[in-house]
């Protein structure tokens, strides 16, 4: 058995950042930037008026309340190029604002002294107008060359936003790490409406895990479920070999039972176990080994928070190493109460980040911490790991608090916040 800095040591030598591939914008949702992009032009493009009113030069002095000025045109939005000379332009918001012109006071703020077919042709100012108001000035949110996202952020809705807003058609990306998962065990069934016999359970491993692994980066290229059985496992290992999966996780068959045959399995093919138990709780019986081919395969246990922390604090860090992104950061907040925990061993509880009435955080570890439960998952909105090595970790002791998965922050929601 060895120590989790350890292990986490073996995982991340043994893994590689993956290759780059260039993508259309619109399929690179949720991908990691592979490279820095810079803005090849200002956003905005050009001067506009941030709302609808008439465009003035004040050119560096404040215009009096009470100043006349008469409407020398009309910009629209969409509206190209036009020269303001020295009168009032009526303008529409995101219109560009007309040469000369630098102030735009909002509609509401002129009196209309007089009209043509409908268009004022000219106003008086209601109240004093500052120069330089209410006008988007080109390169005041982007300037141009300048860099708008870094390698390693993730492709979200607002990067994407932002990238189409630029003009940005493709994007260099990491390619997305290869994984398959295998839940083991006779007593299994797949599917969620089917009726239980005596001794079943439903495969509530796999999906989570398929979920998790999907919300870290990866892609799952194959799933699967086999009994206690060497063949059907050996079998379900090339099928997932062959669909390209470069990442395996399993779930149940690596502890010391009489069924517990993955580790055995794994070494008759030639696989090098790297590591089999760890000084974790839950999930101590883990095992990770290098197959002959090079590809990586990771034993989680098989109760269901075992397999959660098996994915969150061993398959995740691997995923992040292949995606190229730097070390994890984590957040440090008070324990709201005492928490025993066995000694030597580094501890996930699963818990609840919330903020008090003077808008401060603490963490908060949930009661019912056997890896059977499941209610407590639904429950938490973060992991508590305890790493000292005494049994008592007292009430305001700074603990490592983490999302529930890499590239999810920890998210308050519900009564924490009332």
Not at 190 to 200: D, K, P, R, V
Not at 227 to 254: E, I, K, N, P, Y
Not at 271 to 288: E, N, Q, T
Request: charged share 20%; with cysteine; aromatic share 6%.
């Amino acid at each position: 058995m060895i120590l989790y800095s350890e292990a986490l040591q073996h995982l991340l030598g043994a893994a590689t950042p993956l290759p780059a591939e260039r993508l259309p914008l619109q399929e690179a949702a949720g991908r990691t930037l592979a490279s820095d992009i810079h803005s090849a032009q200002a956003l905005p493009p050009f001067d506009n008026s941030a709302m609808d009113g008439f465009a003035l030069r004040a050119n560096g002095a404040a215009l009096e309340s009470g100043t006349e000025f008469t409407v020398q045109g009309w910009q629209a939005a969409g509206d190209g190029d036009a020269e303001g000379g020295e009168g009032a332009w009526e303008i529409m918001t995101g219109a560009r604002m007309p040469g000369g012109l630098d102030t735009v006071v909002p509609i509401e703020n002129v009196q209309i002294l007089a009209s043509e077919a409908g268009r004022p042709t000219r106003i008086a100012l209601k109240s004093v107008v500052r120069p330089g108001q209410n006008v988007r000035l080109r390169g005041e949110d982007v300037a141009e060359g300048e860099c708008v996202l870094r390698a390693g952020q993730r492709v979200d809705i607002n990067a994407r936003t932002l990238l189409h807003a630029l003009g940005v058609g493709e994007v260099v990306v990491m390619s997305r790490p290869a994984v398959a998962v295998i839940a083991t065990g006779k007593e299994l069934v797949s599917e969620a409406t089917q009726a239980l016999e005596s001794g079943q359970i439903r495969d509530s491993n796999r999906p989570y895990l398929v979920g998790r692994l999907h919300a870290a980066g990866a892609e799952v290229v194959w799933q699967g479920t086999v009994g206690d059985d060497v063949a059907a496992f050996d079998a379900a290992l090339d099928q997932a070999l062959a669909a390209g999966a470069r990442v395996l996780v399993s779930t149940g068959a690596v502890s010391a039972g009489r069924y517990d045959f993955v580790p055995d399995a794994l070494r008759a093919r030639g696989a090098r176990i790297v590591f089999h138990k760890v000084a974790i709780r839950p999930g101590k019986p883990l095992l990770f080994a290098v197959l002959p081919d090079g590809a990586l395969y990771f034993g989680l246990p098989g109760n269901p928070v075992s397999a959660a922390v098996g994915q969150r604090f061993f398959v995740e860090p691997v995923l992040r190493r292949l995606l190229g992104l730097a070390q994890e950061p984590v957040l440090r907040l008070p324990l709201q109460a005492m928490v025993r925990k066995p000694p030597g061993l580094r501890v996930h509880a699963r818990a609840r980040v919330e903020l008090d009435e003077q808008g401060q955080l603490s963490a908060r570890v949930l009661s019912g911490q056997e890896s059977f439960r499941l209610m407590s998952m639904v429950q938490a909105n973060a992991w508590v790991v305890l790493e000292d090595e005494g049994d008592l970790v007292p009430a305001g002791s700074a603990v490592r608090v983490q999302g529930w998965g890499h590239a999810d922050p920890v998210q308050l929601t519900g009564r924490e916040w009332e």
